[in-house]
């Protein structure tokens, strides 16, 4: 457990050094709040679906929760090429709980992140349906912030190329947040589209927050909860055993 804690704060630190990029971080976020919340918004409540900012904000956290976590990948690569990883891995400690000390810190840092845009949330107008939720949806923004950062732990693992990173994590990454209904209602789709989103596991991250947000749930709390735990298991086993197969 001491190992998990030390590498959980050095994560931590790592990241608290770089407060430009986490403030950088947000213009996307913000892009899509102002552009699409405000610009579909009128077209979003003639359609008779109410506040367009309000159904946005919670996908938009989800979002910046989930590029947050799969780029946390990349410090692998800077560690492997700086010589940091190879004095980890030679430490007489399991790379399971090097791996969960990594994926914890991650998760941690990108929490704060989603913290950080549902603050800009509320300052632009969203508003919960309810501020008993908060824990509630506090639960949702962890699960993703795990599943996401285990899988970007296993995707750091494999690749070697700093250049070829970041393109293949955008490759996964990007699907995933237009198919997971963050921006579009998951109701009446058509056959093939509404399988692919059942089947994105951000998807489930997204209504989890959205439900505990607005209170508009597509599936069910214990629906998207026992997703999440189960994909998360699945994908702290595969960070695990890709990072237990680095060769240095």
Known sequence: MSTIYILWLRELKRYSRS?????ASLGQPVL??????????????????????????????????????VFSGISILWDRQFGFLKETLVAPVSRMQIMVGRTLGSATVAMSQGLLVFLVCLMIGFRPHSWMALPKAAVFVALVAINFAALGTAFGSVIKDMQGFPLVMNFVAMPMFFLSGALFPLWDLPRALSLVTHL???????????????????????HDFAVLVVVAAGFLVLGSYMFSKIQM
């Open 32 to 69: 899509y709040l102002v552009a699409l919340g405000f610009g579909l918004g009128p077209v979003f409540e003639r359609a008779g679906n109410g506040s367009y900012l309000q159904f946005i904000a919670p996908g938009v956290i989800g979002m910046s929760v989930l590029f947050m976590c």
């Open 19 to 23: 407060r430009v990029q986490i403030i």
């Open 200 to 222: 994105d596991p951000l998807s489930y991250g997204i209504d989890g927050l959205r439900g505990a947000l607005t209170g508009i749930w597509y599936f069910s709390f214990l």
